[in-house]
């Protein structure tokens, strides 16, 4: 039996090849990362409700919420010891991950899916890729300044204590907004327009903001609600931050749900999406 000569692979013309690594480099992504942070900072609703919603609320409730200076739960020894001003900020921070997951991150993805610039990129030197890796780095931004100028608002002008376990709030941090933006690209994934990723955004959105304690409090609610709340991506990063704010025991269940999250989330995005 004589074996079927092999037909080598012919290798891509010198210009198709200085064309494609051109298109891969550093520097062009840096130059796509920021045409599209213009095209974000463009967008007043998305600008305000990225970067700015989550300072002005934790101000505006400090100013003129009665509830403010109280003990953020008189009944418990912990909670007792703070005012409830500063057992909401870990909640804002969570509505700050939720706004950029749910809403900032999987729209504009979708968006041009549905006007096929997606498609035509295909046909380009530039590696759709690009504009995904371009997406998360805006957001992630996005999200940064957005928590860090809540912070600072909060402590300057409200005098919110400081957490009591930076390091855990830190990784609680990390692996929300990790867990959160992998749902936003499982919405990014398969949303065909516009209209489909800020339907599905906005439902997860607001369902999570009631497990993250935004309309209430976690600590106040009923017990199966913060058990739910606990595997979810938004309300195990509210419980794992208000847990290092308030300096209770060391979040590991909600760390490892949003690792968890976040190890299943990313990898089914990439197999199931959608450039056209």
């Not at 700050?96 to 990129?121: D, E, H, K, M």
């Amino acid at each position: 039996m004589t074996a079927a000569p092999l037909t080598p692979t012919p290798a891509p013309a010198p210009a198709a090849r200085t064309a494609a690594t051109t298109a891969t480099s550093a520097r062009v992504l840096a130059h796509v990362t920021r045409t599209e942070a213009r095209l974000f900072l463009r967008e007043p609703s998305a600008a305000f409700f990225g970067l700015a919603f989550p300072a002005v609320l934790l101000v505006v409730l400090g100013l003129f919420m009665p509830w403010a200076d109280q003990p953020f739960d008189d009944k418990d020894p912990v909670l007792s010891q703070i005012t409830a001003i500063t057992g909401y900020t870990p909640i804002v921070l969570a509505l700050a991950i939720a706004t950029v997951g749910f809403s900032t991150f999987p729209t504009p993805i979708a968006t041009y899916r549905g006007n096929g610039v997606l498609r035509r990129l295909a046909t380009t030197p530039l590696p759709s890729s690009r504009v995904l890796a371009a997406q998360v780095l805006v957001n992630v931004a996005t999200l940064v300044v957005a928590s860090v100028l809540a912070v600072v608002l909060g402590v300057v002008v409200l005098d919110i204590s400081l957490p009591a376990d930076p390091l855990a709030l830190v990784l609680g941090f990390v692996l929300g907004a990790t867990s959160t933006m992998a749902v936003g690209c499982l919405i990014a994934a398969r949303a065909p327009n516009t209209s489909s990723a800020n339907g599905v955004g906005m439902l997860l959105y607001f369902v999570s903001l009631f497990f993250a304690g935004v309309w209430m409090p976690l600590p106040l609610m009923p017990e199966i609600v913060q058990t739910i709340s606990q595997y979810t991506p938004v309300g195990a990063a509210s419980q794992a931050m208000g847990a290092a704010w308030y300096g209770q025991p060391f979040p590991a269940t909600e760390l490892l749900v949003m690792a968890a999250w976040t190890l299943v989330g990313v990898p089914v995005a990439a197999r199931i999406f959608r450039w056209s």
